[in-house]
């Protein structure tokens, strides 16, 4: 419920008990992260947003970490850009802020723009949050149907990834293979083929490289480095793969609306790049506590 839910008070009132036990027993340069799980609509609300960073204001933990239910990697352009602000307010209250599950170019962007410190997600999976049907009873499970979590492998520089078999028919269009192929043999030596067999191999390098680029470019210049690199590879792959002749009406419609989303996400981030934004603090991995 935002700045309303009375469980904010119950977790407000922990932290102090709670850093004064650390230091009690030795423990002063641990640092303390504070957990703030939330819809992503609460974020937004300028009223629950007020009343969070009061509520916060003032109390010994090191990072504030996000987790915004209902946002992710696969969140739209106006959603991306009214939750990033929303971060960005986050920051009055003068610590760094970690936003968990997410990914992809949302993700990037995040960090490039200096909305937040850090980002955490896992290797292909945990880049979007949703705890809207915690209160339902799971699905049954069809007959037949294998445990687990389908795997889904992403199309390089395109924000999205496919199931294998949706895979399979950008593969069958002329020229797909091509677009599908990661073309960096540090990453995949055997091209397409090591990236089906070793998917989140390819996953986690290609995140592992983007992040890695991002740091090494001065803070200044972070954001105009994510949009002539990350958005332009984006806008070209999404164009070349929805010019593709696909058979599949589905596949073919996501091709589309993911090329949309793209470009409606380079004028996006465009326009965030011209606002004037604080540069964020370092993550805490130790408390200044300590001696």
Sequence with gaps: EGGNDPLLSVDRGAVVPLRAALDREGGGHIAIDYALVLPHTKLMDAGHRSRIIRSLAGLPFDNLIV??????ASAGPQTAKRTLLALADLQRLGLPILLDHIGGLIATAAVSFGFVSGIAHGIGERERFDARTWHKPPKEREPGSSFGRATYIPLPGFDKSFKAKDLDVILGAQGGRRLVSCQDRSCCPKG?????DRP???IA?????TMNELFQTPDSRRAQHFLDTEMRIAERKAGDLARLKIGDEKVAKSL???RRRIDGFARTFETLAEIERPTPPAL???SARQD
């Design 284 to 286: 805490n991995r130790r």
């Design 200 to 202: 989140k191999a390819h």
């Design 256 to 258: 589309s609306d993911g």
């Design 192 to 196: 397409l083929t090591s990236t089906l």
């Design 205 to 209: 390098h290609q995140r592992f490289k």
């Design 67 to 72: 987790r915004l239910s209902g946002f992710g």
